[in-house]
Every structure is written in structure tokens, then in C-alpha cells.
């Protein structure tokens, strides 16, 4: 079992940056390899992916995905020491205002998935609003 816990969500004026924070917990040490990703959701529309980040022990690095409408504002990171990914989002836009939700899926050997369905593990998710 994999616990996920979400925060940094906030009200942001357009331009500007916010850096989400994902806590992993439980059993996470039994893994050699995980995706994790980044979601989103906005009122009347269907959860879509923004970013992904898989890896495994034996890799020297990780594999990275993301969405094309944040491809060079938004950033996916991980810290291993602190079982903790990272969505630092820069630049964000209006359309960017949505629950963000923290994903992950253990035994991932290859890119993350990009789809909801993909992940058995999900935060509670935290809101951004970017104001125009």
C-alpha cells in the first residue's frame, strides 16, 4: 500500500509560480520501481495527465513526461530522501486552474503512464486557481 498526500495548491495571479509537493508513504521501500505522475482536473472536465516521472534503483535517472500545454512551464522532480515528488509550475496560464492530484504506481519499468487508469494510487488532490 502506497499513501499519497498532496499540498502547495494556492490562488495565484497569472504569470505566476507554484511548487506542489507529493508525500509518499507506506510500504514504498518494497519497490525498485515506480511511476509516479501529476493530474489534473478542472470543473465539468475529465482528469487529464501533466506529468509523469518513472524510476528504478538500477537506472541512473529517471524517465520524464509531460502534457504539451505545460511542456517548458511546468518541471516534475524527485527526492528520493524524503519520498517526495515535485510539480514546480511556472508561468501558469488561467487554463491551468484545477484540482491537482498526485499519482503513483509501483512496479513501473518504463515511461509513466499518461493515463488515469494507469495508477492504483492517488492523493486527495489540491487545489489551484490562477486568477487573470
Known amino acids: 500500500q502506497v499513501q499519497l498526500v498532496e499540498s502547495g495548491g494556492g490562488l495565484v495571479q497569472a504569470g505566476g509560480s507554484l511548487r506542489l509537493s507529493c508525500v509518499a508513504s507506506g510500504r514504498t521501500f518494497q519497490y525498485t520501481s515506480m511511476a509516479m505522475g501529476w493530474f489534473r482536473q478542472a470543473p465539468g472536465k475529465e482528469r487529464e495527465f501533466v506529468a509523469g516521472y518513472s524510476w528504478r534503483y538500477s537506472w541512473s535517472g529517471g524517465m520524464t513526461d509531460y502534457a504539451d500545454s505545460v511542456k517548458g512551464r511546468f518541471t516534475i522532480s524527485r527526492d528520493s530522501s524524503k519520498n517526495t515528488q515535485y510539480l514546480q509550475m511556472n508561468s501558469l496560464k488561467p487554463d491551468d486552474t484545477a484540482v491537482y492530484y498526485c499519482?503513483?504506481?509501483?512496479?513501473?519499468?518504463?515511461?509513466?503512464?499518461?493515463?488515469?487508469?494507469?495508477?492504483?494510487?492517488w492523493g486527495q488532490g489540491t487545489q489551484v486557481t490562477v486568477s487573470s
Open positions: 499519482a503513483a504506481e509501483p512496479g513501473v519499468v518504463r515511461r509513466p503512464p499518461q493515463t488515469a487508469a494507469g495508477y492504483n494510487y
